[in-house]
């Protein structure tokens, strides 16, 4: 293509705004986690002065001290860790094992369309929040850790994402296999997993990242202050704005105020998810695209 | 009944197969059955559920022997002048979100495809995409204290000359423009990804084809590029408005509002878990979520049928 049109007066114009106003707007996407660790950092007076902006005024990190000195936090921290972990690999688990066979046609594998016809639906309708809530404690599962885990077990359009994958496997790799007498189970193990791993790996991710998001559930199925999960701990700090859990001694006012003790709270939160990012980008296109398939 | 005898017949034989080559078959069928139960207890469970919409559902008697009631709940509702508040407001706040996001979604994609130096464009992308990732909690929290009458934004705004602080998120004016502008913020990269892939699509060879005819660089966006992403935004468009009671977004709206803005920022589903379970008003919150989710499906339905004609994009 024709390099001078881009030496043009409009089109240089056009380019210095464009990447003026992208670099503004990318800056808009960290900012506000910049102002909130410079008031994490920041003092008493400093904070509730309004002073701070991007930078700490008069730095201390009491703040985090008495995060990580308050047990609930980091019991809620721990809880969610736990979550995470044991719900990401149980929802792995069910997704792979349901999305395999439903990969196969009508022709090879009898009923399949009634059991897809029954997941789709379930994708599509549902009872609703009251119903569900009350099965859940008909169920037994309120108050106990298995109430984070269980209810999320089974994403079905990460089902429908996994199908769909699963069934562009070209077929010549399982058939020598099948020639072998290989078993399904072989088949999944040795053929389909090893060529699923982006996939496998862009679901995980995403599950876990949804995992240690979630805070509703941990708002309505859990009463135990032991069990409650660290987002929906952090709802009761920044969003209801009860400090009942820090400040025991009167002392504590003086030296910093609530605005950064909440904000060293949403960054310690934050952090995880920071920290996957890097490989979460790996996986963007993949994940948004998997379900953009033919059937 | 002559109508279902290629049902029944289709079902024989696919018995009859599933009998013959068990012995094959039955890994894949063990394999299902964990999700099956999964299915069972939490999805379809529920749905038996829904029963209680026409009953009084009292929690000592449970789903099965709570007095019928009929219609009630659902003449409760429809008398209720806030139901029609709420369904307003869903369909307004959705509508505005979806909207302003897809609207300002192309119009980044092609900023970013304009960018040609490689990794000032990767950079500008990792940092647009990140709130994506974060909590409404995270993201409520930064608001709550972004936006407060102390907040960095009334500071601004102070030294720019306004004197009284503006309660953006306690006030029925700025309500719904805060949650359609903060959504955007936290969508808008993410939702860019679609029409960047469907850039890269594009034939390279019509775009030279048209900067050979004399075709200028802005002339080439507006007759190749854009006609380019078109169905990409009009397939996006069709799935939001079929998933549009979940566009409403029940996770921000809870972590926002407060009710100084009941009257325009309270949802479906905030309405359904406050009478619903703070409220214990169990009947007449199933009630309202199953026409919720009614409503819900015919949209879907309407929406894949409609992808389903016009390209070929199939769900499963």
Not at chain 2, 201 to 210: K, N
Request: hydrophobic share 55%; charged share 15%.
């Amino acid at each position: 293509m024709n390099r001078s049109e881009y030496r043009g007066i409009w089109s240089r114009t056009f380019d210095v705004f464009n990447y003026l106003f992208l670099l503004l707007l990318g800056l808009s996407c960290i900012i506000p986690l910049i102002h909130l660790l410079a008031l994490s950092f920041s003092d008493r007076a400093a904070a509730t002065g309004g002073l701070v902006t991007l930078w700490p005024v008069r730095p201390t990190a009491i703040t985090y001290e008495k995060v990580l000195e308050a047990g609930v936090f980091l019991n809620a921290f721990w809880i969610s860790v736990m979550r995470t972990v044991i719900g990401t690999t149980l929802q792995m688990t069910l997704i792979v094992l349901i999305s395999f066979p439903l990969s196969k046609g009508k022709d090879e594998m009898p009923f399949r369309n009634i059991i897809m016809g029954s997941v789709v639906f379930a994708y599509l309708f549902n009872g609703g929040l009251i119903p569900w809530f009350l099965v859940i404690r008909k169920l037994g599962m309120l108050n106990t850790i298995w109430a984070l885990i269980v209810p999320q077990a089974l994403p079905l359009w990460n089902v429908i994402l996994m199908m769909n994958f699963f069934r562009r496997v070209p077929k010549e790799l399982e058939e020598a296999s099948i020639i072998d007498g290989a078993t399904y189970w072989q088949i999944l193990l040795h053929v389909y997993l090893p060529i699923s791993i982006p996939a496998l790996a862009t679901l995980t991710l995403f599950g876990a990242v949804g995992h240690w998001n979630a805070w509703f559930d941990g708002m309505i199925l859990i009463a135990d202050r032991d069990l409650i999960p660290l987002q929906t701990f952090l709802r009761t700090v920044v969003v209801k704005m009860d400090m009942n859990e820090f400040m025991r001694n009167p002392e504590d006012f003086d030296m910093f105020s609530d605005r950064s003790l909440r904000a060293a709270q949403t960054l310690v939160t934050v952090v995880p998810i920071l920290v996957v990012y890097p490989f979460l980008q790996r996986f963007f296109v993949s994940g948004i695209t998997l379900g953009a398939l033919k059937g | 009944m002559q109508a279902l005898s290629p049902i029944v017949d289709d079902l024989k034989e696919q018995a009859s197969r599933f009998v013959r080559y068990l012995p094959r078959l039955w890994p894949l069928y063990v394999m299902v059955i964990p999700a099956l139960i999964h299915l069972v207890l939490l999805s379809y469970y529920p749905m038996y559920g829904i029963r209680i919409a026409f009953q009084d559902y009292k929690p000592a008697l449970g789903f099965d022997k709570s007095p019928w009631v009929g219609l009630k709940q659902f003449q409760l509702m429809l008398e209720n002048p806030s139901f029609w508040q709420i369904f307003r407001n869903t369909i307004v706040i959705a509508t505005s979100k979806i909207v302003t996001l897809q609207f300002c979604a192309v119009i980044l994609a092609l900023l970013l495809n304009e960018v040609r130096k490689l990794f000032y464009k990767r950079s500008v992308q990792s940092l647009v995409y990140l709130p994506y990732f974060l909590s409404w909690i995270v993201l409520g929290g930064i608001m709550l204290e972004m936006l407060g009458s102390s907040g960095v934004v009334n500071q601004l705004l102070q030294l720019w000359g306004v004197e009284q602080p503006v309660i953006f998120l306690g006030n029925n004016r700025t309500f719904v423009p805060a949650l359609v502008l903060s959504h955007l913020w936290q969508q808008v990269g993410w939702a860019t990804i679609l029409y960047l892939a469907a850039l890269t699509s594009i034939d390279p060879q019509l775009l030279e084809a048209a900067a050979i005819d004399g075709a200028g660089r802005f002339q080439r966006v507006l007759y190749i590029i854009l006609p380019g992403i078109l169905p990409t935004l009009l397939l996006v468009l069709c799935l939001d408005f079929g998933l549009l009671f979940n566009a409403a977004g029940f996770d921000q709206v809870l972590n926002l509002y407060n009710p100084a803005v009941y009257s325009t920022g309270d949802i479906l589903d905030t309405w359904i878990y406050r009478e619903g379970l703070l409220g214990a008003r169990f009947s007449l919150a199933t009630a309202v979520g199953l026409v919720r989710s009614v409503l819900g499906l015919i949209l879907i339905v309407i929406s894949l049928r409609l992808i389903a004609r016009f390209t070929d994009y199939q769900l499963y």
